[in-house]
């Protein structure tokens, strides 16, 4: 009798001792085998450590040397990053963060997450957001950043549309053998985007020709197809709409100038290739809705430009049906006849 109570109770606490290691087996992944074909230790404690580095100066200051967005809007805006892994185009682990507005060109932060000893597409995606405002890009949808996608109904004339991505290919393979392993990198995120700015250069002519106007309503239209969205993965536009546009009230000016900025747009590009989409601009006297002047032209971008198209669009007669291609690259005044 004794002997068998000892063993029952030998094996009740066998099986105590035994029990959390059972429990642990199934919560981690099982180690792969060494080069040695030995056991390695749990693949499951890389960290990745990707410091953050983007370059902030605007498009706009390339031209004027100014930090536009820091300096021009007093909105409470903050930069918001996202740095998310994927295995085989599958999300694993996405982490965001938010710094306040960088003063400087230069904003430097670092993010970290926990993969498996694995390979990888990390991917990087840094814009601005308004606090108490729906973000300019959601970045929430089932294909995250795969199909970000920009808000509803269409913003233009504001720097706070820039943003930034990276994607690259990270192999963690090589700390399968290791604990507790930091794998560090840098990444340096570029635009996705071109920018690009309307400019009046027949101010004189107009005012001359409109002496009674003070201001004038400007509207952009989108002719045709316009990507609102952007495949961060493969660096390709998405979400394309038809009949885009957007609206911009100016004064004229009266000290004399010749020329006079009106209005300006961020558009998604594709890596490779550029967004390429014709568009009307629609000049009425801002009181009193009659239209002033009408020009087309087809706008083409590629990403990480920022283009000045300068042309007659405030005297441009809605009957002259002006139509010319910039064919630009940069700042360049564009002098065609109307056809």
């Known amino acids: 009798m004794k002997k068998n109570r000892l063993k029952r109770e030998l094996l009740r606490w066998g099986m105590l001792l035994a029990f959390p290691a059972l429990m642990s087996s199934c919560l981690m992944e099982y180690p792969e085998m060494t080069a040695d074909g030995e056991l390695g230790v749990d693949p499951t404690s890389v960290t990745v450590k990707a410091k953050i580095l983007i370059d902030l100066k605007s498009l706009a200051a390339q031209k004027t040397g100014r930090l536009a967005r820091a300096e021009d809007e007093e909105a409470a805006y903050s930069h918001r990053i996202v740095v998310a892994a994927y295995e085989d185009r599958q999300l694993v682990q996405q982490e965001v963060i938010y710094e306040d507005l960088s003063a400087s060109s230069r904003l430097q932060t670092e993010v970290r997450l926990r993969l498996h000893a694995r390979r990888y597409?990390?991917?990087?995606?840094?814009?601005?957001?308004?606090?108490?405002?729906?973000?300019?890009?959601d970045i929430d949808g089932p294909e995250g950043l795969a199909s970000i996608i920009g808000r509803e109904g269409y913003t233009g004339n504001t720097e706070y549309k820039d943003a930034f991505y990276s994607s690259k290919e990270i192999d963690l393979t090589g700390y399968k053998d290791e604990w507790n392993a930091e794998f560090p990198?840098?990444?340096?995120?570029?635009?996705?985007?071109?920018?690009?700015?309307?400019?009046?250069?027949?101010?004189?002519?107009?005012?001359?020709?409109?002496?009674?106007?003070?201001?004038?309503?400007?509207?952009?239209?989108?002719?045709?197809?316009?990507?609102?969205?952007?495949?961060?993965?493969?660096?390709?536009?998405?979400?394309a709409f038809k009949y885009l546009q957007y609206s911009r009230t100016v004064s004229l000016p009266k000290d004399g100038a010749t020329s006079l900025p009106l209005m300006f747009d961020y558009v998604f590009a594709d890596s490779e290739g550029n967004t390429s989409v014709p568009v009307t601009l629609l000049v009425?006297?801002?009181?009193?809705?009659?239209?002033?002047?009408?020009?087309?032209?087809?706008?083409?971008?590629?990403?990480?430009?920022?283009?000045?198209i300068q042309f007659d669009f405030l005297t441009t007669s809605p009957e002259d049906g002006v139509g010319f291609n910039p064919g630009f690259d940069g700042d360049q005044e564009v002098e065609l006849p109307v056809e």
């Open 121 to 137: 597409q990390l991917v990087v995606w840094a814009d601005y957001v308004q606090e108490g405002e729906e973000p300019f890009y």
């Open 284 to 308: 009425e006297d801002a009181d009193k809705g009659t239209l002033l002047a009408s020009s087309s032209f087809r706008l083409s971008c590629t990403q990480g430009e920022n283009k000045d």
């Open 185 to 239: 990198l840098e990444v340096t995120p570029e635009r996705p985007l071109a920018r690009y700015e309307l400019t009046a250069t027949d101010v004189t002519s107009f005012l001359r020709e409109y002496p009674e106007v003070t201001k004038v309503r400007l509207t952009l239209k989108y002719d045709d197809y316009l990507p609102k969205g952007f495949n961060a993965l493969d660096g390709i536009t998405k979400h």
